[in-house]
């Protein structure tokens, strides 16, 4: 099985940065896609921003023009830099993986908690 462990969440003011990461373990799981997802209280989980294995990348309209995502295949890590960050953003932000062989399995994090403060 996949395990994914996210770093980098903290309290940041409104406008500033931050950087999240992800690392997923090697497996015998191919992943196809790494992404982020967040979850504030009271709220669903929404899509934030993935980028699949090709290097195609998805990004939520909420934080387009100011969220970027990248990864790295070989080491199997996603990163999510937030810039201009508002007060919106606080969440519980989760790595999410997709391995579509040998079989389709979907991957959670534990989640990073990001407080923007105004």
């Known amino acids: 099985q996949v395990q994914l462990v996210e770093s980098g969440g903290g309290l940041v003011q409104a406008g500033g940065s931050l950087r999240l990461s992800c690392t997923a373990s090697?497996?015998?799981?191919?992943?196809?896609?790494m992404g982020w997802y967040r979850q504030a209280p009271g709220k669903q989980r929404e899509f934030v921003a993935n980028?699949?294995?090709?290097?195609?990348?998805y990004y939520a309209d909420s934080v387009k023009g100011r969220f970027t995502i990248s990864g790295d295949n070989a080491k199997n890590t996603v990163d999510l830099l937030m810039n201009n960050v508002k007060v919106e953003d606080t969440a519980t932000y989760y790595c999410?993986?997709?391995?579509?062989?040998?079989?389709?399995?979907?991957?959670w994090g534990q989640g990073t908690q990001v407080t923007v403060s105004s």
């Open positions: 999410h993986a997709e391995a579509t062989s040998p079989y389709i399995k979907n991957f």
């Open positions: 980028r699949a294995r090709g290097g195609n990348i």
């Open positions: 090697r497996s015998t799981f191919s992943i196809s896609f």
